[in-house]
């Protein structure tokens, strides 16, 4: 693909990875640059200040600075180094190393040199090395970068807009990279950048040269490759010359240090001799162009090369007839910003009126400051040489800051004199028009008030461009009619034709009616009626909203060309502060209409008793109702912004994921889960319903989720308590179905085998398994009284009952069954405790069960914790033992009947089925808590009796 289609096509699917990977190398060099600094900043380096180089395999002094660490010890250009400190010195970078790696504090260094044949000691006592212009010039460097990148990115289809990136990027390379003299991988890597792009910079600019501002139609492409034969040449000869050092410091090929002198100058002379020739080519193109506005541009990029470039080259050169300070070079570096500078404002933001302003501004402030120095000076000698001739320097002082101060106070009202005098100068006849412009555009801009623009608008034309009528046509909607805005009565419907050269031409002129173009015939008659002569469109985004419409001047004068340029101007603007007033206004209503919008939705969400939670793309909430903030127990504002693992429970974020694995077209069906069980969260136990429904714009993209949160933690356990019973219930009428049909075969079993065991011809065998039959025919009969017990529903007497009473015969009843097992058992029964409605032995049975479980479920040893108190209107029992619990598996089934976790023939597993009924009788409620190996907590409620009126007041009577 040619580089011309690269440059021209940006947008293009190529372009895009071009842009792509030079937003991916400017991030790359602008890390290393700043690695760079770091570097340099952070160098704990230290320097003799002697230039040293490699030459015929001994290490040189090429230069010694004077006031330098090493000019200070004696060393003088030509000695050749042997040693630092008995250590060998074998390449100028063992310089640096020595001084780094041996510190010895502040006592100097011992070199050893040679000079004339004779080996000589001096101490160095080297100093820090600080390169502080480095980082003016990486500051530069970055600024360039800045600025190329800039404009690449504002110039996505001018086919300069490469060239200019890498030429600002050659430019960064050699300013901003700089070794430090530690020479480790990343040093090198900095020394190699800057050796690189400083020998790349003179093909680019003469490439950039030959693309600016336009391409070279005799350039061939597949030739520009030549210009960067040179830079490539440079390079190798520099990569050879630093192997020959490494591999073969014996050479007799290795350059000597006039070599090596020679080679850098030769570097210098290659970039003076490219950026010569771009300057000619830009010259050329400046004297071969015939558009005005392309002469400035290059006008303005020659002065900027000329004015960057010019010093550094001028000083080079005379450094090759006569030495100068290497300081003198650095500070000619300085003026080389003003080169991307010229050349950005060149091409982005080049307008000739604003340099004209910035001329007019800098002749009002030099006039102004001219004027107040000449009055501050006239009024100093004055006072002091005919008012106080003999003044004092304490009188003088005085007058002097008198004068000052008068002219601080003088400066204001002065440069406004001036800069009115500078604009009559300036603008000469056009002076006045501009002054009204400016006044009217203030106007203007600074209100959305169409109707009193327009009148202000209209009386400013008349009296400044002295016409006899002037009239502003408003468009009504999208229909091509104007209404007069002087007289409401009178509207526009301009003809296709007259439409046509609106939209086309900056300006419509009719002399006359009587003499109208072809494309104005449609339009005679309106024509006619209103009398103008001249019809500006004022145009926003090449849609017509207004006409601004003129006579002609007084005694039928013509409007200059000067004139109408200024009714342009004013017509563009009024253009844009109709079409504000049109958006402000729309905006204004729709906003009006999105707020009552969404107060009214966001009332119906935060009223809704179901938790609504919105979700970005990174499932953060951003919003959410009342409902949830009552579910988190959290304000809002605490809520807003965090994320959905941050707020809510494992459960409900599991759930969440499940849903976003779906594809998209799976979302849309919405998700629901039922009945999830949250566990353990904010110390309680939640069932929730969970649906999730994408949120989606009106573009059908989707941008978050709505999660629809409802509680039915209260609807779970009464449907829980309703399917138990059912299930006892069903139990109960099968029991009492069976009962009587059971109970018969058991009887008659029972009784045959009493009757067998009355026998003694039976022998002891026999008799043992007779016995187990009985046993086995009365456990079969009491199973099938406990299910009678279940089918009854006749009610049974309730009492007032002292449940801790109750609890105490409870357990004197079972103390031979805890006897043999080594049980502690404890009793903190709240004695405050009041009365509760219930029959006496159906609580027993409950206590009964309750405590037998806990003492079987603690075979070794345990304790068991007997627990009474008061909760508001309810009395709670708790009964706690320490033994081997319950697995959560088995806790949903422990309610229902024949379930139980007894080994063997232990149980029956009805008695906490009994145990539940006989609660649900009593209008209670049982709870079990349970961990497994850590033991088990049942707790009941049992409703108080409630005192009667009367009794309550004997009470508080003291009757």
Request: glycine share 6%; with cysteine.
């Amino acid at each position: 693909m040619t580089e011309t289609f690269i440059l021209s096509d940006l947008n293009g699917q190529h372009g895009k990875a071009v842009k792509s990977g030079i937003i991916l190398l400017t991030l790359v060099m602008v890390t290393l640059g700043v690695l760079n600094m770091s570097y340099q900043a952070n160098s704990q380096l230290k320097t003799d200040g002697v230039h040293w180089t490699l030459s015929h395999g001994a290490v040189i002094a090429v230069s010694v600075p004077d006031r330098s660490p090493g000019d200070a010890a004696g060393i003088v250009p030509g000695d050749r180094l042997l040693s630092i400190n008995f250590h060998s010195i074998h390449f100028p970078q063992d310089v640096g190393k020595s001084l780094r790696d041996y510190p010895i504090g502040d006592k100097p260094f011992q070199y050893e040199v040679l000079r004339n044949d004779e080996a000589i000691i001096k101490l160095v006592t080297p100093h820090h090395k600080v390169n502080s212009f480095y980082f003016y010039l990486a500051s530069v460097g970055f600024g360039i970068l800045g600025i190329g990148f800039f404009a690449f990115l504002r110039s996505k289809s001018r086919h300069f807009a490469l060239h200019f990136y890498f030429l600002c990027l050659a430019f960064f390379g050699t300013y901003a990279f700089s070794p430090t003299g530690k020479l480790d991988a990343l040093d090198w890597t900095f020394y190699w950048i800057d050796a690189v792009f400083l020998v790349l910079i003179p093909p680019l600019f003469l490439h950039f040269s030959l693309y600016f501002p336009g391409k070279r139609e005799w350039i061939p492409e597949k030739k520009l490759v030549f210009f960067y034969v040179p830079s490539m040449m440079f390079v190798m000869a520099r990569v050879a010359s630093h192997l020959l050092y490494f591999f073969w410091p014996q050479s007799p090929i290795v350059p000597t240090v006039e070599g090596y002198l020679a080679f850098e100058n030769l570097e210098l002379g290659y970039l003076f001799l490219g950026l010569l020739a771009g300057i000619v080519v830009l010259f050329l193109s400046y004297a071969r162009s015939e558009e005005i506005t392309q002469r400035k541009q290059l006008k303005l990029v020659l002065a900027g090369i000329v004015a960057g470039f010019g010093p550094f080259c001028l000083f080079w050169l005379i450094s090759l007839v006569a030495p100068l300070p290497h300081q003198v070079l650095e500070v000619s570096l300085l003026s080389q910003i003003l080169i991307p500078l010229s050349l950005t404002y060149a091409l982005f933001k080049y307008r000739l009126f604003d340099v004209d302003i910035i001329i007019k501004r800098g002749m009002i402030y030099t006039a102004t400051t001219l004027v107040l120095f000449v009055m501050y000076l006239l009024m100093t000698i004055s006072w002091v040489q005919f008012i106080l001739p003999q003044a004092s320097r304490t009188n003088a002082v005085a007058v002097a800051s008198l004068a000052t101060l008068l002219a601080a106070i003088l400066f204001q009202p002065l440069r406004d004199r001036v800069r009115a005098l500078v604009d009559r100068f300036y603008y000469k006849d056009s002076y006045d028009y501009r002054r009204t412009l400016i006044q009217v555009s203030r106007e203007i801009t600074s209100s959305l008030d169409v109707e009193q623009l327009a009148s202000n608008l209209l009386k400013h034309v008349v009296t400044t461009f002295r016409v006899e009528r002037a009239d502003l046509f408003l468009k009504l909607g999208v229909s091509p009619r104007f209404v007069s805005f002087t007289m409401p009565q009178q509207d526009l419907t301009p003809g296709l034709g007259f439409l046509t050269m609106l939209s086309t031409d900056s300006f419509v002129f009719v002399d006359s009616p009587d003499y109208l173009d072809a494309e104005l015939q449609d339009d005679e008659k309106v024509l006619r009626e209103l009398r103008l002569n001249y019809f500006i469109p004022c145009k926003f985004q090449q849609n017509i909203v207004a006409i601004l419409a003129l006579s002609k001047k007084e005694k039928a004068d013509y409007l200059s060309s000067e004139d109408i340029d200024l009714l342009i101007t004013l017509a563009n603007q009024l253009a844009i502060v109709i079409e504000n007033h049109h958006l402000f206004y729309r905006l204004k209503n729709e906003a009006e209409e999105l707020k009552k919008l969404k107060n009214f939705n966001e009332n119906i969400l935060l009223s809704l008793n179901v938790g609504i939670v919105t979700l970005d793309e990174m499932a953060r909430v951003v919003a959410c109702n009342h409902y949830i903030e009552s579910f988190l127990s959290r304000h809002r504002t605490q809520i807003i912004g965090q994320s959905l693992e941050q707020l809510f429970p494992e459960e409900i974020v599991d759930r969440y994921k499940n849903y976003n694995m779906k594809s998209s077209r799976k979302k849309l069906e919405g998700t629901r889960f039922y009945k999830t069980l949250v566990e353990d969260f904010q110390q309680k136990d939640f069932v929730v319903n969970l649906s999730f429904v994408p949120l989606i714009n009106e573009s059908d993209v989707e941008y978050g989720t709505i999660v629809i949160l409802d509680d039915v933690t209260h609807q779970a356990k009464l449907e829980e308590q309703l399917t138990q019973s059912e299930k006892l219930s069903a139990l109960g009428l099968l029991a009492a179905g069976v009962a009587h049909e059971v109970n018969t075969p058991l009887t008659g079993i029972s009784s045959y085998t009493q009757m067998l065991q009355g026998q003694e011809s039976e022998s002891p065998e026999t008799r043992e398994i007779l016995q187990k039959i009985e046993q086995q025919t009365f456990r079969a009969s009491k199973i099938i009284n406990t299910l009678l017990d279940l089918s009854r529903q006749q009610p049974v007497p309730f009492a007032q009952i002292d449940v801790n009473n109750l609890l105490s015969e409870t357990l004197v009843l079972l103390k031979p069954h805890f006897k043999t097992s080594p049980v502690e058992v404890i009793q903190e029964l709240d004695a405050s405790n009041p009365a509760v409605m219930g029959n006496e032995g159906k609580l027993q049975q409950v206590f009964t069960n309750l405590f037998l479980n806990a003492k079987d479920a603690m075979p070794n040893e345990g304790r068991l914790l007997v627990r009474t108190e008061s909760d508001l209107d309810q009395v709670v029992i708790s009964i706690v033992d320490t033994g081997l619990g319950i697995d959560q598996k088995s806790m949903k089934h422990i309610y229902e009947p024949f379930f139980t976790t007894k080994k063997g023939m232990k149980g029956t597993g009805l008695g906490l089925a009994i145990t539940y009924t006989i609660i649900q009788e009593h209008k209670g409620s049982i709870e079990v808590f349970s961990e497994e190996g850590k033991g088990t907590h049942f707790q009941i409620k049992l409703p108080r009796v409630r005192k009667e009126v009367h009794e309550q007041h004997r009470a508080y009577s003291g009757d």
